[in-house]
């Protein structure tokens, strides 16, 4: 099949039970675009947009293994919305296809930039872009499309952007500052590019972020078989800028520069039981006397240290913050306006039959914390939240034992509800077929098949969870332990019900949430 490339998108008629397929675009000889996708021309369920714009006016050749018959449509706009019954309601997925991590994360022109990991063609993992999406309030989220692709050099993995205020790269055109990205080039990880290694590269958008303009040469050559996901914060004290770098097995590298484009390295860092996308950043300690950098990765363990410039020195043993089953490789947002530390991640959920996969964490602040005298990275959910109570209500002091449970009405498939409890009693707390069991004796709250050691605080056991349609994350002892579950929601079991042979209710609210997406006020 040769079809001449006029329009922004091409429609790829697919099934979620068909067999896969790998599609071949050659423009001439050369091979520009290899995609894995359920092709099916029979009785498709969803037609995925896929982005060829850079293409425009080529005629390509289109060819498919195992072969079959390639028909499409194109389009150069497709009206998408975010119907659906398991569609979550307060967290951010793609209209289309399949997400996971968060990259490039940053601040600019007044908007929270956030691009992640997209297949544009699936709802599983393949085919890696990166999508992009802006929110005034981290809250209300308005999608664009893809804006990075990939190529001979690789499918396009993770990374970070900052804004070079100072133009040390001297990409500044005009008196916008360019923002800049760093990711990582996947080679061998299609057609296209195989037998290329996997190097870091760098982009930059002189439009606020909406086109990303590829420099062709790479930051870092290959140092390790699989090393990606470059994340690069300012280091303000001497004007430099820091990379920290995933290797491979649980080995990490320190980098810096001193103009964005040049680096080297500084040290070589592990944390045993992680991998893959570090994050690194300062918070102030909460004595006020200083700053402690945090260095984290896929997986939520971290340490906590002393950073002079040259040299991390961790100054804690190796910490865990999220005990759940979802909720994975999260990163912090660069350059907030107010100076927050801010971070996302990305919930794995896939539901047969949707035309998505997987969501994004509802974004949280990250604080240091001495939780029962250690100190402690917390999270809690971001205060942007509450622009989408629908409802909120509270209960004083409630005595609940085995003939009487307290029992809520819950009228919305998003709430968040906070919950506090006399320490020293067992309770359960149920909703939407989710079960939550803290057990005193053991000081542990559980959920599912996970577990986290939870003591109470100030004679309290206080919990904070945020439910949607395919997640719920918990909150406890501060933030200082966060499970992030993924579940499937049974609405018809919307009577939140907290049951115990004997506790003390200290107080329950539970704020009632609207959808994101019904709101235009800061779209």
């Known amino acids: 099949m040769e079809f001449l490339c006029e329009k922004k998108y091409i429609l790829l008629p697919a099934s979620f039970h068909a067999q896969k397929k790998r599609l071949y675009f050659h423009d001439g000889d050369k091979l520009v675009l290899d995609l894995v996708v359920a092709l099916d021309n029979d009785a498709p369920e969803y037609r995925f947009p896929v982005d060829v714009a850079r293409f425009r006016g080529k005629t390509l050749r289109v060819s498919c293994d195992p072969a079959m018959e390639v028909r499409f449509d194109t389009a150069d706009e497709v009206a998408l919305d975010y119907a659906g019954k398991y569609r979550p309601l307060v967290h951010f997925t793609s209209k289309r296809g399949w997400l996971n991590d968060p990259n490039g994360l940053t601040y600019a022109g007044g908007k929270y930039l956030m691009y992640y990991q997209h297949n544009p063609a699936a709802t599983t993992w393949e085919n890696m872009h990166w999508g992009f999406a802006e929110s005034n309030d981290l809250i209300h989220w308005r999608e664009y499309g893809d804006v990075l692709f990939p190529d001979e050099r690789g499918t396009i993995f993770s990374g970070s952007a900052i804004v070079d205020r100072r133009n040390v790269t001297g990409l500044r055109q005009g008196d916008t500052d360019v923002i800049v990205y760093f990711f990582t080039c996947a080679g061998d990880t299609s ?70 484009l040049d680096w080297t390295e500084l040290q070589r860092l592990a944390l045993p039981d992680d991998a893959e996308c570090p994050d690194f950043y300062p918070l102030p300690t909460p004595d006020g006397d200083g700053v402690k950098w945090v260095f984290s990765a896929a997986s939520d363990r971290y340490v906590i240290g002393h950073f002079d410039g040259q040299r991390f020195t961790a100054e804690t043993e190796q910490r865990q913050l999220n005990y759940g089953n979802a909720s994975y490789a999260a990163q912090s947002w660069s350059d907030t306006p107010d100076g927050r530390r801010i971070r996302t991640a990305f919930i794995s959920t896939v539901i047969p039959g949707m035309p998505f996969g997987c969501c994004m964490d509802i974004p949280q602040e990250m604080s240091l914390r001495r939780v029962n005298g250690q100190l402690r990275l917390c999270a809690i959910p971001v205060t942007e939240i ?138």
């Open 191 to 260: 057609e296209a590019s195989r037998n290329q290694p996997f190097t870091q590269h760098l982009a930059y958008s002189t439009d606020g972020g909406r086109t990303l303009i590829r420099r062709q040469e790479p930051l870092l050559g290959q140092l390790a078989g699989g090393n990606r996901d470059p994340k690069v914060i300012p280091y303000q004290p001497d004007g430099s800028y820091i990379m920290a770098l995933y290797l491979e097995g649980h080995e990490f590298a320190l980098f810096k520069s001193m103009n964005l």
């Open 386 to 523: 509450s622009s989408l109570y629908s409802s909120s209500r509270t209960l004083g002091l409630t005595r609940v034992d085995a003939a009487h449970p307290l029992t809520q009405m819950v009228d919305r498939k998003a709430c968040d509800v906070t919950l506090r409890v006399k320490a020293g009693a067992s309770f359960r707390v149920a909703l939407f077929g989710l079960c939550i069991e803290y057990d005193a004796s053991a000081r542990q709250l559980r959920c599912g098949e996970k577990a986290a050691p939870v003591t109470g605080e100030n004679g309290t056991v206080a919990l904070r969870i945020l439910y949607d349609t395919l997640s719920a994350e918990i909150f406890a002892d501060s933030g200082s332990v966060f499970l992030g579950m993924t579940y499937i929601q049974d609405a018809n079991l919307s009577i939140l019900t907290i049951t115990s042979e004997a506790a003390e209710v200290e107080s329950l609210t539970v704020a009632e949430m609207n959808p994101f997406y019904e709101s235009h006020t800061n779209q």
